[in-house]
């Protein structure tokens, strides 16, 4: 371009060329404006879309899924015509939808049962049309999962309706949860009720105090007990059984049990509908709550009315028979279970010679026995350290009554009975059977020298004793009948003898008519002889004497 036209230009119009010099700074000004506009808006359209993520990735992080119904801007006329449906990733997943986040609300309904169906149709539709919020718990048909739905409006601040919400949450795990909580209660009322029914039908009554003794439960045979009282009366008044001094039966032995972390018990005696009633109460202690630190103590009451009389009868009884014992020629003596003498006869002092003074400070059994070695009127051991001490250790071992000889020095003998006592200790019985062990002794030897005499007569001697056995047989019988000792020694019966004689007569002989009358002529009181005739041997006469005793004596004399 010519620069002298260019300059000719401006001075023949130079106001056209400043308006064209500030059209085209004016343009460049707009331009740097806009410019920085854009940028400005491409900065905030790149929060807001980084927002609009997190938010969206915050979403589908929850643990909840969700669906939504997403509404247009309110200037549409009719918004609902318009409305989309978003599925959430976590939905999918809860569900396990085939689409993904493409399924729409059908696909979502389809996983339910038909009545639930229904019921959510209802819902969502009152959600849709008046904005009503709702909830409530489904079971997938799909999978064993129960499902929370929990419908809610969402609303911007000037009131314009952005989207309906319906969240979705697996509750599978907790409703389950409470369902074996609730079973598990329901057990554990089962049982304390079972417990409960068990305690209020003892036939006594039970309580159960804290580590400040006092009561925090009783049952039904308690609250008995306690005239016009509930047991939260009881338990709230402290209210305590009472005996018939007006003192508390239980709470004095409570204070003992718990500091001896032993149990304890006392006897009491109570009124109930004006009868005296004869109790026992018991306390035992234990730690509570799990804790070493805290004593707890259970209680019981029990009726010993009938135990108590039965003690008396019981008590009667023994006097009476003690009594009647003591009027008696044996010597007796009782001692208890702690060996202390408890009762004896006058008999038992005439025969050890003992003094009564000494007798009335009851000593024990092992200075009985001390005092009688000292007169010489125990037997005589090696070692007498050693038989205190088996006396001693047979006193706790019998359970049955027992006898024994003690032989003692002055050459008496004396039979010693000892039995339990009902209430413990030891009953001692002691008979002097010195005479009679001397009758017997000449007795044995008077009938040791019948017998020689009778084995040595050349006589057969068979003696049948009053049961028809044979008691005594002589040699000479053996040699008669060419008998067998072992046979005879057996305690053959009366016709067991008579058949072992059978061979020594003539076989053609009526042997059971000769057995017959061999028995008949013994056993008639009036017989006194028969011949026997035997067959290659000589005859014998047969003779039969009836004993003082009810034995049969009978005799084989040979006849030549």
């Not at 709230?236 to 009472?242: C, F, G, M, Y």
Request: aromatic residues 12%.
């Amino acid at each position: 371009m010519d620069i002298n036209l260019l300059h000719n230009m401006y001075d023949a119009m130079p106001e056209l060329w400043y308006i064209i010099g500030f059209l085209i700074f004016l343009l460049i000004f707009l331009s740097l404006v806009l410019t920085f506009y854009l940028l400005k808006m491409k900065q905030k359209n790149y929060f807001l879309q980084r927002d609009r993520e997190r938010y969206a990735e915050t979403l589908y992080a929850s643990h909840d899924g969700y669906f939504a119904f997403i509404y247009p801007d309110d200037k549409v006329n009719d918004p609902r015509q318009t409305i989309t449906e978003r599925c959430s990733r976590r939905l999918a997943v809860i569900l396990g939808l085939e689409k993904g986040i493409k399924s729409d609300f059908n696909e979502i309904l389809k996983n339910f049962y038909k009545d639930d169906i229904k019921k959510i149709n209802k819902y969502v539709g009152l959600l849709k049309e008046e904005g009503v919020a709702f909830e409530d718990y489904f079971l997938l048909k799909t999978a064993n999962k129960y499902i929370r739905l929990e419908g809610v409006r969402i609303n911007g601040a000037d009131g314009n309706i952005y989207c309906d919400m319906i969240w979705f949450r697996d509750v599978s795990f907790a409703t389950n949860r409470i369902k074996n909580l609730e079973k598990e209660k329901q057990s554990l009322e089962n049982r304390f009720r079972q417990q409960q029914d068990l305690l209020d039908n003892l036939p006594f009554a039970v309580w159960l105090r804290d580590e400040k003794l006092n009561i925090v439960y009783c049952n039904k045979k308690y609250v008995d007990l306690v005239a016009e009282k509930t047991k939260e009366d009881i338990i709230s008044e402290k209210i305590e059984l009472v005996g018939t001094n007006g003192d508390s039966i239980s709470r004095s032995i409570a204070e003992k049990a718990h500091k001896s972390k032993r149990l304890n018990k006392t006897t009491a005696n109570i009124a109930v509908k004006g009868n005296r009633i004869a109790m026992e109460a018991f306390e035992t202690p234990f730690y509570g709550e799990n804790s070493l630190d805290k004593t707890f103590s259970a209680g019981c009451l029990i009726n010993i009315s009938e135990l108590d009389e039965l003690k008396r009868n019981l008590k009667r009884h023994q006097d009476a028979q003690l009594e009647i014992l003591g009027m008696l020629g044996t010597a007796f003596v009782v001692f208890n279970q702690d060996m202390i003498l408890q009762y004896h006869n006058q008999a038992f002092i005439d025969l050890w010679n003992l003094e009564p003074e000494w007798i009335s400070q009851r000593p024990c059994y092992l200075a009985f026995l001390d005092i009688l070695r000292e007169k010489r009127m125990l037997p005589e051991v090696p070692d007498y350290k050693a038989f205190r001490q088996e006396e001693q250790c047979k006193f706790a071992q019998i359970i049955e009554p027992t006898s024994d000889l003690l032989h003692i020095p002055n050459g008496k003998t004396l039979r010693r009975m000892r039995a339990p006592h009902p209430m413990g200790g030891l009953v001692l019985a002691f008979e002097d059977i010195s005479d009679r062990l001397a009758a017997t002794s000449s007795y044995n030897a008077l009938i040791a020298v019948q017998n020689d005499i009778l084995k040595g007569l050349f006589e057969g001697v068979l003696i049948f004793g009053t049961n028809e056995r044979l008691v005594f047989f002589n040699d000479a019988y053996i040699k008669l009948w060419n008998a067998d000792t072992v046979f005879l020694s057996g305690e053959p019966s009366f016709d067991e003898v008579l058949d072992s004689q059978r061979e020594f007569f003539a076989k053609d002989e009526d042997w059971s008519r000769l057995r017959l009358a061999i028995k008949a002529n013994i056993l008639d009181v009036t017989s006194k002889t028969m011949i026997l005739q035997r067959t290659n041997f000589p005859p014998l006469q047969l003779g039969v004497t009836r004993l003082s005793d009810g034995n049969i004596l009978i005799t084989y004399e040979e006849i030549n």
